[in-house]
């Protein structure tokens, strides 16, 4: 069988900023106040990880949650016809690390130590938009634990959840980090 009957090819380009930390904002505003910050376009740049996968910036900002938005597209598909499982690993990694970074005091930082995820159906480029709500489940001094579910906005339909676990440490200003 010759493939070249059933190929069609596309192209997909776009730019980016190149997304800098502000360690000098993050320093002197709460975690919340930074991310409003940037989802403002305040400060700093949108991370190029959104535009990557076609995710909204955050958005329903409040302490201890957040929300995003992403689109399946045909360029996120594996090789047997369904969106990528790393799509919707994204996409709940990324909500469920703003909502913890909303919970953060001045100059406290995050990272991922653990990411559980769970699937519940196929996400098709044909399912349409898609919302993660994630929700900080408990944050203390050196570590938080959040929530999250990715839903299908028009079938309201769960296709995926997921909790996380990050580690919490005083921010400093590391080699290659340019402050302001």
């Known amino acids: ?7 069609t090819t596309k192209s997909r380009s776009y730019e980016y900023a190149v997304a800098k930390f502000n360690i000098e904002a993050a320093m002197n505003m709460s975690g919340l106040e930074y991310m409003r910050a940037l989802a403002a376009g305040e400060i700093g740049a949108p991370p190029p990880i959104a535009q990557t996968v076609n995710m909204s910036l955050p ?12 689109y399946p597209a045909d360029f ?3 090789p047997m016809g369904f969106v990528h499982g790393g799509f919707a690993a994204t996409i709940l990694d990324t ?8 919970s953060l005091p001045k100059g406290i930082g995050y990272t991922t130590a653990q ?18 709500q994630g929700k900080v489940i408990h944050s203390g001094r050196q570590m938080a634990t959040a929530e999250g579910y990715l839903h299908g906005v028009e079938d309201g339909k769960l296709y995926a959840h997921a909790t996380t676990t990050c580690f919490l440490f005083p921010l400093k200003l590391h080699k290659g980090q340019v402050a302001g």
């Open 1 to 7: 069988m010759d493939n070249n009957d059933t190929l």
């Open 95 to 102: 909500v469920v690390g703003i909502a913890v970074h909303t």
């Open 76 to 78: 996120l598909l594996n």
């Open 59 to 70: 958005f329903a900002l409040e302490e201890g949650s957040a929300i995003v938005e992403a």
């Open 115 to 132: 990411l559980n995820l769970n699937y519940t159906r196929a996400i098709l480029p044909s399912t349409g938009k898609l919302r993660a």
